[in-house]
């Protein structure tokens, strides 16, 4: 899985994620909320390689449920922030749409490794 699209997808919105975080803090002085961004989003990739190296499918699942959680919740702070006007819908959709879509693959990978174990 070293070479796995969630892998890079995970990573790749971490980075989205780091660089939006700079913008809210330097552009608009928000400072809670997008810490709470920070932390959310750049944990979905960081749970993506604990999975990777799970001990056992158990472990895998978990690792990787914990990834789905953070995701929806970076989700939950993105809304937060265009519904309270710190973030405009364009801002929203550069970002929104990678955290949906790692959020479908974890969901993906998740009910496969559920139904494998079986």
């Not at 997008?34 to 932390?39: D, E, F, N």
């Not at 970076?74 to 970002?95: A, G, P, V």
């Not at 879509?101 to 993906?108: D, Q």
Request: charged share 25%; glycine share 2%; net charge positive.
């Amino acid at each position: 899985m070293s070479g796995s699209i969630i892998k890079t997808k995970s990573f790749e919105l971490a980075i989205l994620g780091v660089n939006f975080y700079k913008n809210l803090v330097n552009e608009k002085k928000e400072f809670v909320m997008s810490k709470q961004l920070l932390r959310s989003i750049t944990s979905v990739g960081a749970n993506v390689r604990e999975a990777i190296n799970a001990q056992s499918k158990a472990d895998f699942i978990h690792k990787l449920s914990i990834s789905q959680k953070e995701c929806d919740e970076s989700m939950y702070w993105l809304e937060l922030l265009k519904e309270t006007n710190y973030i405009s819908n364009e801002d929203f959709d550069s970002i929104y749409p990678s955290c949906n879509e790692v959020l479908k693959i974890l969901r993906s990978i998740i009910i496969t490794t559920k139904k494998n174990n079986s």
